[in-house]
């Protein structure tokens, strides 16, 4: 997922040529405005921790393009490719150091396990959405 203020910064593009130039293919892609409902719902895994309703004011204050990546290894590559949460701490060359301003504002989401990618994929696309 592109992040509302990647997205308001007009890197999408930028972001998405990088993962395509590592190997991914989209297999869906939307762009929409999550409610806060939808928000906190997607994000409820993080319900008790302290960054909670700051996250869901964040995912909620604007647009975002939400895909489905598929490649071998597709979790763990992309993982690598977007660096660490911090951008500070992010690896040169990763989507986060080029396009993200803080922890909070870190430019994209990525699922953490193979289990996760399949429950968040689904929160977005129905079956016949992807291809």
């Known amino acids: 997922m592109i992040k509302p203020a990647a997205y308001q910064n007009m890197y999408a593009g930028k972001i998405l040529d ?18 806060s409902a939808q928000a906190a719902k997607f994000y409820e895994v993080h319900k008790e921790r302290p ?23 597709a979790v763990e590559d992309y993982r690598t490719l977007i660096g660490a949460t911090n951008p500070a701490n992010a690896a040169e060359g990763t989507i986060r150091k080029y396009f993200g301003e803080s922890v909070e ?27």
């Open 18 to 35: 990088m993962i395509l130039s590592n190997g991914f293919r989209i297999a869906a892609i939307k762009v929409l405005n999550l409610t």
């Open 51 to 73: 960054f909670y309703n700051d996250l869901v004011k964040s995912m909620t204050s604007g647009t975002i393009l939400a895909a489905i990546l598929e490649k071998e290894n």
């Open 105 to 131: 504002k870190n430019a994209v989401h990525g699922s953490d396990s193979d289990e996760n990618a399949i429950i968040e994929a689904s929160f977005f696309f129905a079956e016949l959405d992807r291809v």
